[in-house]
């Protein structure tokens, strides 16, 4: 199961630092809880201050569980660490199932 999340941050500069310091966190923290980071992107064009990540569950996982084990963690503190969550205004997520013929499973 893939998982698309965008995050929409209050300001450029707020999508810069969450970008490359606190999300960047995230890769290690995700991969201890089973979840593989696919890519991580952010928006182009103006007043889009919007990142973008698309992470895989392994097979049977309840993705739901899962984020609320990360965000309960210690290690997801450490990663939040020095960043006003105040400035993420909207977190959106969609589950993806991909197709037989999808090039990414």
Sequence with gaps: MFQLRIYTLRSPDALQRYATVHWARHLATFTAFGVTTQGVWTEQGEGA?????????PPGA????ITRDVMASPEFAADMAGFDVDEIVDVASV???????????
């Excluded at 201050?49 to 698309?54: D, E, H, S, W």
């Excluded at 309840?62 to 569980?65: C, G, I, L, Q």
């Excluded at 589950?95 to 499973?105: G, N, V």
């Design 49 to 57: 201050n919007r990142l973008v990540a698309l992470v895989h569950y």
């Design 62 to 65: 309840d993705p739901e569980k």
């Design 95 to 105: 589950l993806l199932e991909p197709t037989s013929f999808s090039p990414t499973h």
